[in-house]
């Protein structure tokens, strides 16, 4: 089982720059959960997906984020454009509909926003 | 007031010694309730769910206060390997939305 995978590990960009992030879940999980963590606002969640629709984007912070679930098998997050306030660790985490409180999380993407 | 409230710490204390942290949530419909580990630079990890009549795993000890809307951890003869974050978390009334607290942070010293 290779867990959830996020790529990339680290991305470092200009303020304006298009980032994406990537995540690919567990097999079979059918909830995805994207959260973005930083010191001051601790785990926030973004958005989260159930069989690949969006159910809650509420958390999403404004229209510069934007995410995508084409398939059970990737999602992304999208920032256009990046600001030096969207630096953070991104998680994306899976869980099943059997045990949805099981959230199994990624490694992170580390996002620095110069 | 942010949905799910906890102490940040940090809890310093000796090995060996017990330590207790609770976490306040604010929907009264939520339905799940969760603890999670996370240590420095990596992702958070299930440490347990916390079940209305309390529940026990080893040396840890979880338990959840409807009426008052907390839940508490326990940590008994702590060992340095629990030096970590503790995050709680807590789901709504879906139990699909599961929402965050800011963690509190824990260091076992020698």
């Known amino acids: 089982d290779a867990g959830v995978i996020q790529s990339p590990r680290h991305e470092v960009t200009e303020m304006g720059q298009e980032v994406t992030l990537r995540c690919k879940p567990i097999?079979?999980?059918?909830?995805l959960f994207w959260y973005r963590q930083t010191m001051m606002r601790g785990l926030e969640l973004l958005i989260y997906?159930?069989?690949?629709?969006?159910?809650?984007d509420s958390g999403m912070p404004e229209d510069r984020f934007s995410a995508k679930m084409p398939n059970a098998s990737f999602s992304t997050l999208k920032i256009q454009p990046s600001e030096p306030r969207d630096s953070a660790v991104y998680f994306c985490?899976?869980?099943?509909?059997?045990?949805?409180?099981?959230?199994?999380f990624g490694s992170g993407t580390q996002l620095s926003v110069l | 007031r942010k949905e799910v409230e906890q102490d940040p710490g940090p809890f310093n204390v000796p090995e060996g010694a017990t330590v207790a942290f609770n976490c306040t949530y604010s929907?009264?419909?939520?339905?799940?309730f969760f603890w999670y580990r996370q240590d420095c630079r990596k992702e958070p990890k299930l440490l347990m769910s916390v079940y209305s009549s309390g529940n026990e795993d080893g040396r840890f000890t979880a338990q959840l206060n409807r009426a008052s809307q907390y839940i508490s951890l326990l940590i008994r003869d702590s060992k340095l390997s629990d030096s970590a974050t503790y995050l709680c978390a807590v789901s709504d009334s879906s139990a699909s939305k599961i929402i965050f607290g800011s963690g509190t942070r824990l260091s076992i010293r020698p």
């Open positions: 929907n009264s419909a939520s339905q799940s």
């Open positions: 097999s079979g999980h059918d909830y």
């Open positions: 997906f159930n069989n690949n629709v969006p159910i809650d």
């Open positions: 985490a899976s869980s099943s509909r059997d045990r949805q409180e099981k959230l199994f």
